[in-house]
């Protein structure tokens, strides 16, 4: 029982937070939480609806008029606050993810500190938020630019990140004096409600921060977009939802933020230094089971080193541990859903039907429905699915092009432009293909590119906006000229 594995077992919710409120569905409905791992039931969720979200953007615009009036210090004094109950409770806060959501315990505990950066981050921001005299036309008048916060926001978060994808939504929102009504994914609530407890804990006030859970995506995501209180909509998950909420945004010309799908390239050159693009290759797809929107999808390799690289990137990959993400020995989780699992493997029976060769996995595995093995893929060609479609599960394709200016036409040949990576020790080459990479993210010999200080987000269909660093707190203010006359 995860309950029992807690040091402080209040931080396990099952209810929605609305105005400082824990609240149950009125018709008492409730929902599951099941680990991926063991199919166990670990918690009874409240099924809240569109009803409750109304009544939580209803709260979120009261408290909004408050909230508002904080001076920036006292808004940055909670936010730190917040942070470091987050760190106290890191063990708690991974365990409840590993638990929901699959992902191995040391990838959990990293990802509850990666979380909460994002929360100390714009604690320090918001004492940040400058305005602007300008130049006068006239000698009589001065001309100046304030910062204000747009207003009350709407979150929708995935199930991938549960933690850290809320935080660096919902820190900035507040550092900016914004209040926020966040819907968590149904997979996985309970991190959002343990965070939710935490924010009250360290004095955020009531209706601030309001975390609606349910299974009917569809009628609060409705709910959200719809309502003219809300003035800003931040999505993270695809494509298709996210082009989706932006129609329903544009009726009310909501501010929005998007950070959509990707297809990620890892581009490797034949003078790139090999063991460090296996190794950056392996962590930037295999990492939370290949199941982050900036995993590599695509590996490209020059047809020099082709056979080298597959060679030794194919090794590393039999190092994995499939299993349970409790469990201390394990090194990949299994995948969120059966449906995921069955999204792999069409992938990979399309791309062997068309000749490409397995080197490694390729099946699912015998720990349960939701296990797919590790799995390296080479011969391929580009009227593949993998070479198109967003994997997210545990599969290298391994490309092969033969020039730089081939290379870097199939890493663009995508709508997706969300991260790219290569490797190279040409510093020429750094430059013109870091230019050329249609992408809002390129790492050069590198591929943990993520941190609170960088500006995450993508360009073409992978989205708009940035989170984290100073642009991210950008996209949760106006701007507001003040004109000053007869001076
Ligand atoms: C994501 O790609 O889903 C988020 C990953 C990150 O923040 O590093």
Redesign the pocket.
Known sequence: MLEQKLKDPSLLRSAGFIDGQWIQAPNGNTFEVLNPSTGEVIAKVADLGAQETKQAIAAAEVAYDHWKTIPAKQRSSILRRWYELVLENQEDLALIMTSEQGKVMSESRGEVI?GASYIEWFAEEAKRIYGDVLPSTSADRRSIVIKQPVGVVGAIT?W??PN??IT?KVAPALAAGCSIVLKPAAETPLSALALAELASRAGIPAGVFNVVVGKDSKSIGAELTSNPIVKKITF?GSTAVGKLLMEQSAKTIKKTSM?LG?NAPVLVFEDADLDKAVTGALGAKF?NAG?????ANRILVQDTIYDEFIKRFTNRVGEFVLGDGMADQTTMGPLITKKAVENVIALVNDAVEQGAKVCIGGKTDAQGDHFYQPTVIRDLTTSMRLAKEEVFGPVAPVFKFSTEKEAVAMANDTEFG??AYMYTKDHSRIWRVGEALEYGMVGINETA??SEMIP?GGVKESGQGREGSKYGLEDYLEIKYLCLGDI
């Open positions: 990666y995935p991938n990140f850290a994808m660096r993270t950070e990707g990492r199941q982050t929107c900036i995993c969300l991260a590119i993520s995450f």
